[in-house]
């Protein structure tokens, strides 16, 4: 059994998207969609089997399809995601899942209600070393977690109708949820952003910082104006600590056999904190290499076919937008932390 | 004419202190203080020449004495400062000046009033790397100043008895107030703060954000939990763009030709902001490999003699402590922004 | 006026000049060739308007062809090449020429009888860093070049039927004759080699030693059993001195404000030298980025459409095998000096 | 029990050899000596309990020492170490022993002779690194060694009267001394060298190619006029690689899980050989941070109180001239495979 796969929006990823689609095991590309005739006519030189629509409703209402991927705008998402589960289709929707909580909740909730498969494309979740980092973690390798501090920067394509939260963080954030929340159970209780707008009126510059329960804190620099591209998480346990540097040509993650070893001395019958620093081998795992855009694919069609389950399923697409639009709040209110 | 100098504390920085006076153009070491017998007695070994005391209020009575070089902890800045201005001594103390704005404040008008200099050893100002960044500031290679974001980060020596910031946060917060404030006039308006304790009460962890008028930004991440040490500070500006990297083995400082053209383009009656990237050449100028503590002793003796002008005098030193001291309140305010 | 190119052979490198045969702005792609059916089938799909040949020799035969690209085997090449100019067609043929120096002796003798354009396809001269390493060289930046050492290493593909220095010395020999004979002047005098092999027949590790008149050298370290993929080449110069680092994802170039400074100074009337060293600023030219096979093709057609000259013509393809070929008998000879 | 020594030559080494044998725990500073006053008044201010000789002959006469290091110019190492030998004492003589075989040999049997020990100072053989890197070697960690490639260049003080091979090759030859023919039996055969002067008389640059028996080959290449700082050995096995990276700030040894697997295949009753990569985790083991001059001495002084072996012993030192020896006959005789 094999899903049956439109492709909405032939831009930049929708593209990446379709030929995912067409080389999967158990995905069929059998429509594309895309109000650009020069779009249309240069993949259907590369799919010539696959059948042609120049509006994504239209895609939609093909009967044959089984499922969509959306790689439009974001200020289509929610409306073009409504349709297709209306129209009975599995979703697979580009970051981030709509450009509010309260539209996420509405198409989450509509997901449910018709049974349909409804999962948000944070691609680098899927990336070999994103799931490397993952298994470790969950694995115990860091112990508990102490914090996560994300580094997202570069030069870069300053959006013109977003900023660069928007734009950049739902990367960082998609990581944050799968390793803290979905995997040690830790929920974000408050967000607090500050940024900067140096040019026009959205913000090029900005600090996230997401407090969880306990002493877990989580710290998230994006940035279009910094002379260095980088890309980098460092996750910092009570066992090991991690680093992954996803502009590093080799090593990418790099496990530090480092940590503080604290002890209770009772020092003539008061209590005193004992602090050691241990470090050891520096271990970089070997990767797998596979292409993060596969195991999107192959995970949205082992979800649509037989129910397994995904990292970036609707419910944790609407996780990243709530800290998204809870940083955006704060922004707005001088960096006040805002509840989630 | 040379000055005489006492240094007092040969525990970590004394003795470097130590060395630089006796070896400097202008200054002469006559004499040394230590409570502990085997430092003073290795110290005698090294500079038999130089009286010896065991105590810093002694030292500090000598009368053939002109100016005390103060390396003891924290906690005992203000006593032996305000004693050494009061005997007619000029001042070179370890940072930070003293653990508050309101002892600061009375040390800076103290000197002042009897005439004397009080310094502040921010030894990183006179760093080869620091130096060459703040000329090439100063000379306005990166045109006007758009954010600085700090990184000072490692496994390191938790303090017994104080937290992260007090502890790394000086060095940065003494190079904001020379290139932002000393070179361009940039006014700190207000600190806001972030920080966990992982490991008993103090913060090993902090984030501090400083905001200036205008939309100048500055941020720094301060960690003692780290496992790959950093020391690097990034500054954007309208022109060219920045970094500085303390722990690179080589070219510590680069000069990017990077930065973000902005044009208001006229389009069709409504003005549209076009937003372009320019990127260069990186230059990594030479350096001139001085030792920092060797200016930072002949800058003292150079303002104590001829009352020349140095980057961290008495005020400089001030306007540290007073964003530490709101660091530390907005900490204990749920980060709230504190004004300065 | 555009030139009409038939490809033949869509293994590796083919698919990629075909493209670059497709967008480039004076070559039209008008046939491919390729004995692999499925191969055929998938550039059919891609270039609907391109003729198809199962055979290359057969694709020569067409009248509609100006120039042929031989992506073939290198055992083919010359048989390939011979049909192209025999059928007065302009030839690109992949890197390295022939696998003898009579054959390609004979190919270009038999080039300029036809009066048809020979070139060979050594693609890295045309990448964008080293035009600008050659530029900086051409224009003098560096000075007269003392020597040049060359390191390209990997954990590599063994070839079956070859060993690591015509696999990989073509790349840094090609180099070689642009910079020091092309730019300078400088003729190679003798080559020397040594290399193991640690599997099987062939070498999979060799060192090139290459003299020139003078005291102007160059060596070539190849080797298919490296940990660190490298491929980086130094060029000291009287000057300045420079680094082409190919695997740096930024920066590949860096030019180094260094060199020695000799003088010959009368000390008692006996000569004697006097070397200092100089350091300054290095510099990391920017790039533009430009595809380098791209320049390939339009270097390819500007020499036959308008008889422009290419870095990498009949003659600049033949001293390069002249040199693996020198080589190859001093491995044979324990490594003596092969004159050239 | 300890060892009385006198270091004799307090320039460049001899000040940091004086240090480790004044703290060492079996050793005890007794007597320094310097032609020079000025460096014989600062020693005595630092080691005021030490015997001053302005000459090396007369600190060799005294009948309180047990025991000399010897670090003053080459050319005196062979007079200075057979008086102290003569004398009855242990000698511990700055690398290269000797600057030649002939006098090597003498020495090595004068000290076997009288029965003390000559120890030569390969100090690069303490080095936490290293031995990290021999550990992992004897154990088995790589397999058997295919090939060593050495790299020490830099921008250096070129010595005025010799060449870069006697100047900075004896590190790595001493090394490959330790790692493959002391801990593998493996036996030089035939060394050849090729250099050039481009300054003077004396080569600044040079590659060695040293022959083993089987299939084992070692590179070196020394250079004075080099725009990067260089030190570092790869090394192949068979089981593993490892990278040894002297100048990198952290992690300088990495292990690579990364071979070759080769097996013969019975492809139709012919074999073929089929070569396979393995490539797996990078390991940077941890070190012990221990000062490699401080295992200099305490080595020494184990070999002379209780006769236990060094990596640097009489012999060793012996066979590394053997071959820089050698590799100057080869330099002279047009880089000719010169036998050992």
Redesign the interface.
């Known amino acids: 059994m094999s899903l049956s796969v439109g492709v909405i929006g032939l831009g930049y990823f929708g593209p990446h998207l379709a030929r995912n689609v067409a080389s999967g095991r158990e995905t069929k590309l059998v429509a594309i969609a895309d109000r650009d005739p020069a779009r249309r006519a240069l993949f259907t ?2 799919y ?1 089997w696959a059948k042609v629509y120049d509006d994504g409703l239209a895609l939609i209402a093909d009967p044959s399809i089984d499922a969509v991927v959306i790689a439009t705008p974001l200020f289509t998402h929610a409306e073009l995601t409504r349709a297709a589960l209306a129209a009975g289709k599995h979703v697979l929707v580009e970051k981030p899942m709509a450009p509010s909580v309260a539209e996420c909740e509405e198409l989450v909730a509509h997901a449910e209600r018709v049974g349909r498969v409804l999962m948000v494309d944070h691609t680098l979740l899927y990336k070999d070393s994103v799931r490397k980092m993952h298994e470790l973690i969950a694995g115990g390798a860091l112990g508990r977690v ?2 996560v ?1 994300a580094v997202r920067i570069n ?1 870069g394509l ?1 959006q013109p109708d977003t900023n660069v939260i928007w734009d950049l963080a739902p990367h960082d954030v998609s990581i944050l949820d799968l390793i803290l929340t979905q995997t040690a159970g830790a929920t974000p209780r408050w967000v ?1 952003a ?1 940024g ?5 009126t959205h913000e090029n ?1 900005a ?1 996230l ?1 997401i407090g969880y329960d306990g ?3 989580a ?1 998230v ?1 994006v ?1 279009w ?5 980088t890309r980098r998480i ?1 996750i ?1 346990g009570t066992r090991r ?3 992954w540097d996803d ?5 990418p993650v ?1 496990l ?3 940590s ?1 070893d ?1 002890a209770r001395i009772d020092k003539q019958h008061a209590y005193e ?1 004992n ?1 050691q ?1 241990r ?8 990767l797998d290499g596979r292409e993060a855009l596969a195991g999107v694919i192959s995970t949205f069609a082992a979800a649509a076919l037989r129910g397994e389950p995904s990292p970036s399923d609707a419910q944790a697409g609407l996780r990243v937008v709530r800290i998204l639009e809870a940083a955006q709040r704060s922004l707005a209110d ?2 006040a ?1 805002v509840s989630l």
Chains 1, 2, 3, 4 share one sequence.
Do not use: C, W
């Open positions: 030189a590369q010539p102490l914090y501090d030069l300053f607090s500050v900067v707008s140096h040019y026009g510059l600090y910082t002493s877990l804190l710290h620099h940035n104006v910094a002379p260095v591209k460092t910092a600590m991690l680093v502009t590093a040509p080799v090593e790099k530090y056999e480092s503080v604290v904190l602090i620093y470090t050891g081998d520096i271990v970089a795992p070997k001088g960096s932390r």
